[in-house]
Structure formats: structure tokens, C-alpha cells
């Protein structure tokens, strides 16, 4: 299924119709892959409409996965944490590194406390 434009708040049920048909077509339990890569909206009209999209799909016994989005809406939906949710794959963006994987404080802040200094 190609998804594509711009998607605004409007358009999510007539989305969310074509997957559920698109789900129901396939096997029980199947993927629905979505070529995103021509939408050409990054906001949270965009991101709802997907989310839905999905819930459409697993209502009706299946689930989506995004295939090629631009940079921004991975990042958007890495951001949103729904990456994993919505099957993202082949992003143009580079994965957001989890909090266990970023790199360790370099040390503990000590402040110096003036002897002039109020109380707070």
C-alpha cells in the first residue's frame, strides 16, 4: 500500500478503511507494508493518522509496517516513540541510541559555594 502527500487531521479514516480492507485481504495475522515514502507531511497529524492506521490493522487481525520514510518523519517517529509500534523500517535517519547506549557522565558536578552567597 503507498501512502503518500501531505495527511492531515481529515484524512485518517479514509487511511485507516484502506488498511483494515488491505488487512483483511491478507493472512490472518499478516503485515500490510506501507510505502511512506512520498508523504510529505512531518507533524502530529501525520504521526496520529499512522498510529491509527496501525490500530485499524490490528482490529482487523493484522498490523502495518512503514517502509522507507524520509529522515524527519523517522526521527518524528522515533521522537514519539512509536518506531517499534508501527513496524518502522528502512529509515533514512539513524536510530535513536537507547539510554543504556549513549555515553557514561564524564564525572560528578561540584559546585563551589562563595561565602558571600545567600541562602536559597
Do not use: N, Y
Not at 522515533?78 to 533514512?92: E, I, M, P, R, Y
Amino acid at each position: 500500500m503507498v501512502v503518500a502527500g501531505p495527511i492531515g487531521p481529515g484524512d485518517a479514516p479514509q487511511w485507516c478503511d484502506r488498511v483494515r480492507r488491505a488487512a483483511r485481504q491478507g493472512d490472518p495475522g499478516g503485515e500490510v507494508i506501507c510505502d511512506v515514502s512520498g508523504v510529505t507531511g512531518t507533524d502530529f497529524a501525520t504521526i496520529d493518522a499512522l498510529a491509527r492506521m496501525q490500530l485499524a490493522a490490528r482490529r482487523a487481525g493484522g498490523r502495518i509496517r512503514l517502509r522507507d520514510p524520509s529522515p524527519k518523519l523517522a526521527l518524528l517517529l522515533q521522537l514519539a516513540g512509536l518506531a517499534d509500534t508501527l513496524g518502522l523500517s528502512g529509515s533514512g535517519g539513524q536510530p535513536l541510541r537507547k539510554a543504556e547506549q549513549r555515553e557514561p557522565a564524564l564525572a560528578e558536578v561540584q559546585e563551589a559555594v562563595e561565602s558571600g552567597d545567600p541562602a536559597v
